[in-house]
């Protein structure tokens, strides 16, 4: 079946645009997950999603970030005023449900700030 | 604050050459340890999960194993196609609804023809 999709696969921006990334997770899972990787960095954790909300938003980096789901499927992760530090590959990870089972990543989104 | 080390940053093997991968971690209460793979330009593919002291679990040419303070990913008679970035991460009781993974740095491994 299909899985996990993310758009657009690159994104070049400019400082202090804003920018708006989108997950489509497997049909039927409940849990969908953020995360960013940079360069040298390991995949750092952003927010979880069960259904539509979000009970864990602590990896955030600031409140510059924000993200939604709706209908329990589609979530986009919006950052405001983007910075150069903001460059990175932010991947999104969807779960049948939450809880300590296998997360299923799409092929993310490459993020550059000039 | 969980924390996940991997060693060595990076790996060059020779076809067939065996070797194994090590993940050190530690978590308030560990709910689960997961392997991924990662080809450079895409997204982690899922491996393993393994949850209890003892465990181990295996596919094709890899095994993985867990203690209570590391996991090791065994690698026998590898081919070219193996060569990736293996990465290792835990859940673990943080509370909160915290069930997001953390993640080591990974191994880059290269398996020489």
């Known amino acids: 079946g299909a899985g996990v999709s993310q758009s657009p696969s690159n994104k070049v921006t400019e400082k202090g645009k804003d920018v708006e990334l989108r997950c489509d997770p497997i049909?039927?899972?409940?849990?969908l997950y953020w995360y960013r990787q940079s360069l040298g960095q390991g995949l750092e954790f952003l927010i979880y999603f069960q259904g539509n909300s979000a009970p864990d938003k602590s990896g955030l980096p600031s409140d510059r970030f924000s993200a939604e789901r709706t209908g329990g499927s589609v979530s986009t992760l919006t950052i405001q005023r983007t910075q150069q530090e903001d460059s990175a590959v932010y991947l999104c990870a969807s779960s049948p449900q939450g809880g300590p089972y296998e997360q299923y990543f799409g092929p993310g989104t490459r993020l550059t700030v000039t | 604050e969980d924390q996940v080390t991997q060693s060595p940053e990076a790996l060059r093997l020779q076809e067939g050459e065996s070797s194994s991968l090590n993940c050190s971690y530690t978590v308030s209460g560990l709910r689960g340890l997961f392997w991924y793979r990662q080809d450079p330009g895409k997204g982690p593919e899922f491996l393993f999960t393994?949850?209890?002291a003892g465990e181990e679990k295996e596919k094709e040419r890899l095994k993985a194993t867990l203690t209570k303070k590391e996991s090791f990913l065994h690698i026998t008679a590898p081919k070219p196609e193996d060569s990736a970035t293996y990465l290792c991460?835990?859940?673990?009781?943080?509370?909160?609804?915290?069930?997001?993974?953390?993640f080591g740095k990974g191994t880059h491994l290269i398996i020489q023809p």
């Open positions: 049909s039927g899972h409940t849990a």
């Open positions: 393994l949850y209890s």
């Open positions: 991460a835990v859940q673990g009781n943080s509370g909160g609804g915290a069930d997001g993974l953390t």
